[in-house]
């Protein structure tokens, strides 16, 4: 297709009304045109073989052959036409079995005029492209799926065994206690502590006590 081509696009729906309704749609738009009708599954993939549109709109609930499996059968033969979604459906289930399938775009019925030709538009330029409401479900699923960024630990300047020391000294711990906590000797613990003020460049033990409970570390 030229690049000054207007996208070809095949509308599939079970319901008149509304294939009327997109028919109408697609007539506003001077860069795109009508390829074809569909109403069920197996006349969609077939109608697709016979006129290679660009863009192929496509209902989830439809007689013969639902939509996803007519999204698989249209993909997996015509790789480089793109299935956009367009239903009612807005639960997880339907939106990745679309996904799954081969779909390069979602959106709701709901959807302003607008939107469906801007998704129109952006899939026949080989984007994916989702309705608002399903692109914020999407980020929201997959950033619970996302792990915690992993916390830097407090004071990296300390050694391991020094932030023990530390941790242990907030927690209220003399040096005798500490000692027997970590199996060192008390004159260990007293060379921790010394290499501690001077890392943290605190003045004595309480401000560095008061810097570790700020910290998290008690």
């Given at each position: ?53 660009d ?16 999204t ?58 989702f ?88």
């Open positions: 297709m030229a690049s000054d081509d207007p996208l070809r696009v095949l509308v599939c729906d079970d319901h008149p009304l509304f294939r009327d309704g997109l028919r109408g749609l697609i007539a506003t738009a001077a860069d795109l045109d009508l390829a074809a009708e569909a109403g069920d599954g197996a006349q969609v993939v077939e109608l697709t073989r016979a006129t290679s549109p863009v192929v709109l496509m209902d989830l609930q439809l007689p013969s052959l639902n939509g996803i499996e007519a698989r059968a249209i993909v997996a033969n015509h790789p480089d036409i793109a299935v956009v979604v367009l239903t009612m459906f807005d639960d997880d289930a339907s939106v990745f079995a679309a996904m799954r399938a081969g779909a390069r775009g979602y959106v709701l019925k709901g959807a302003g005029p607008e939107e469906v030709l801007r998704a129109v538009r952006a899939a026949g330029r080989g984007e994916a492209v309705g608002q409401q399903i692109a914020r479900r999407l980020m929201d699923y997959f950033g619970q799926l996302r792990p915690p960024a992993p916390r830097s630990p407090a004071f990296p300047e300390l050694t391991a065994r020094e932030r023990e020391v530390l941790t242990l000294m907030a927690l209220g711990h003399r040096n005798p206690d500490i000692a027997r906590e970590l199996f060192i000797s008390a004159k260990t613990v007293t060379n921790h502590i010394t290499s501690v003020l001077a890392k943290l460049q605190v003045a004595d033990r309480t401000e560095a006590i008061l810097r570790a409970r700020d910290a998290g570390l008690a």
